[in-house]
């Protein structure tokens, strides 16, 4: 059964540092991993999606890494901004039969302080 | 397409009532599902539709809850008889095969 784990569950840092979100999966036969955004009571915002065939992707101050191998992600966010302050999901897809449902962390709380 | 719509935003209902959740997804995407969250915990697979074909149930979906999506638009998410643990908040998404899911808004629904 695949797990997904997230470190740190908390992540408090000052407005402009750079900052490296983690999530490590037990199961490497993935097809793909997805990182989310939740805002308080909020539904989730997709910021970046990486097939198993790469190895990072970037979408402005955002680069997510993928080592499927070791079953490990990174979600780096540069010069961090109060407005990044949510929760960030990290979500796999097994590759196989089920490789319509996602399995989730419980995500990291980020804080950026002005 | 202004993405994935839910409705109500909030329910609130006194235990033992039924309770429906309306979902329009992207109409391009033929695949739906209904995901559950809880506080402090990532979202949990419940069911999972293909064009109005439901194609898998979680074991957390009991007897109680029942899902549809008649001709493959809107999806339906209906709990009888809730329970106070039914509380938590109610995620459609909906996607291309094998492409990245968009999430809607949610349905939080609290039972007292």
């Known amino acids: 059964k695949q797990e997904v784990t997230q470190i740190p569950a908390a992540l408090s840092v000052p407005e402009g540092e750079n900052l490296v979100l983690n999530c490590s999966f037990t199961?490497?036969?993935?097809?793909?991993l997805q990182w989310f955004r939740q805002d308080p009571g909020k539904g989730l915002t997709s910021l970046l999606l990486i097939q198993s065939s790469q190895r990072e992707q970037t979408s402005g101050r955002l680069n997510a890494s993928l080592d499927k191998s070791s079953g490990r992600s990174t979600l780096y966010i540069a010069a961090s901004q109060p407005g990044d302050s949510a929760t960030y999901l990290c979500a796999v897809t097994n590759s196989g039969g089920s490789n319509y449902k996602l399995t989730f962390g419980k995500g990291t709380l980020l804080t950026v302080n002005p | 397409d202004t993405g994935v719509s839910q409705n109500p935003r909030h329910k609130i209902t006194k235990r033992g009532q039924n309770v429906t959740f309306r979902c329009d997804p992207i109409s391009e995407h033929n695949r739906l599902y209904w995901y559950r969250q809880t506080l402090g915990q990532g979202p949990e697979f419940l069911t999972y539709f293909q064009n109005e074909a439901q194609l898998e149930k979680s074991r957390l979906l009991s007897d109680r809850f029942s899902a549809e999506r008649p001709k493959g638009s809107f999806s339906t998410l209906e709990i009888q008889r809730t329970e106070q643990g039914d509380s938590a908040m109610y995620l459609c998404a909906s996607s291309f095969p094998l492409g990245g899911y968009t999430f809607g808004s949610g349905t939080r629904l609290t039972v007292v």
């Open positions: 199961d490497s036969a993935i097809y793909n």
